[in-house]
C-alpha cells in the first residue's frame, strides 16, 4: 500500500506564471484534502474532494486557485497568477473514510521568485 | 478565538526520557476528533494518534499516549521512553463533527531529543 504522492517535490517560478500541483492519494481513498503550510506555522486547509465531488472550499481558495479531481482518483491544484504570498508547502491527503485519520504526502513546495 | 492551542514553543528532553507536549482545543460540537501529527526536518507529516470525542478509554499507540481531559478541552501528547529520532515538530489538530471535513491545526511543538 503506497502512500500519498504528490509532484513535483519543488516548484520555482516566477511571479504572475501559473502552477499546477498533482495529488495521488493511497489506492481507494475517496476523500482527498489539500493544505498549505507556512513556515512555522500548522498546516491550513484549503479544499476537500469526496470522490470527484468538491465539497468543502477555505476562504483561503481565492479566485485564482483551482482544485479537481476528475474521475475520484488523482487531483490537480492549479494557481494562476502567482504572487509572492503563494510560496508555502502544498500538503495532499486522502483518508479511506470521512472520519479515518488523514495521511499526507511530502508535499510541494512552491518558491515564487 | 484559537480552535487549537499549542502553548509550548519548544521542548527539550533527554533520551530515554518521558516529555508530555501540551494542546488544549475550542468546539462546541460535542462530536470531534483529535489527532497528532508529527513533521521531521524532512517534511513529511506523519499521523502519529487519534482520540475521539466519546471514547472511553485514553488513545495508545507504542510509544505514544494520548492524556484526553475532555472537561478541561486538553489533549496532551505523551512520548515515553524518547529516542533521538523524536526530534521534530509536532501538530495537535481537530476534526469538529463526524466525517469528511478539514482538520484545524496548532502551531506545532518542536521537540528536541538529546543524547
Known amino acids: 500500500d503506497t502512500g500519498v504522492s504528490q509532484d513535483p517535490r519543488h516548484k520555482i517560478t516566477k511571479r504572475g506564471q501559473n502552477v499546477t500541483f498533482r495529488c495521488d492519494p493511497i489506492?481507494?481513498?475517496?476523500?482527498l484534502y489539500w493544505y498549505r503550510q507556512t513556515l512555522g506555522q500548522g498546516p491550513e486547509f484549503l479544499t476537500y474532494?469526496?470522490?470527484?465531488?468538491?465539497?468543502?472550499k477555505s476562504r483561503l481558495l481565492s479566485d485564482r486557485f483551482s482544485a479537481e479531481r476528475p474521475k475520484g482518483s488523482f487531483s490537480t491544484l492549479e494557481i494562476q497568477r502567482t504572487e509572492q504570498g503563494d510560496s508555502a508547502m502544498y500538503l495532499c491527503?486522502?483518508?479511506?473514510?470521512?472520519?479515518?485519520?488523514?495521511?499526507f504526502g511530502d508535499g510541494t513546495r512552491l518558491s515564487i521568485l | 478565538a484559537q480552535k487549537i492551542t499549542q502553548t509550548q514553543p519548544g521542548m527539550f528532553v533527554q533520551e530515554k526520557e518521558a516529555v508530555t507536549l501540551d494542546c488544549t482545543y475550542d468546539?462546541?460540537?460535542?462530536?470531534?476528533?483529535l489527532f497528532w501529527y508529527k513533521q521531521p526536518s524532512s517534511g513529511e507529516m506523519i499521523f502519529l494518534i487519534y482520540?475521539?470525542?466519546?471514547?472511553?478509554q485514553n488513545a495508545t499507540e507504542g510509544r505514544y499516549s494520548l492524556n484526553f481531559q475532555k472537561a478541561r478541552k486538553s489533549a496532551n501528547l505523551v512520548i515515553s521512553a524518547s529516542q533521538l529520532g523524536d526530534s521534530a515538530m509536532y501538530f495537535c489538530?481537530?476534526?469538529?463533527?463526524?466525517?469528511?471535513?478539514?482538520?484545524?491545526f496548532g502551531k506545532g511543538t518542536t521537540l528536541s531529543v538529546s543524547s
Open positions: 474532494f469526496q470522490n470527484e465531488a468538491q465539497l468543502e
Open positions: 489538530a481537530m476534526r469538529e463533527g463526524y466525517g469528511g471535513t478539514a482538520l484545524i
Open positions: 468546539t462546541s460540537d460535542p462530536s470531534y476528533g
Open positions: 489506492s481507494e481513498h475517496n476523500h
Open positions: 482520540q475521539g470525542s466519546y471514547d472511553q
Open positions: 491527503a486522502s483518508s479511506s473514510t470521512g472520519d479515518q485519520p488523514q495521511h
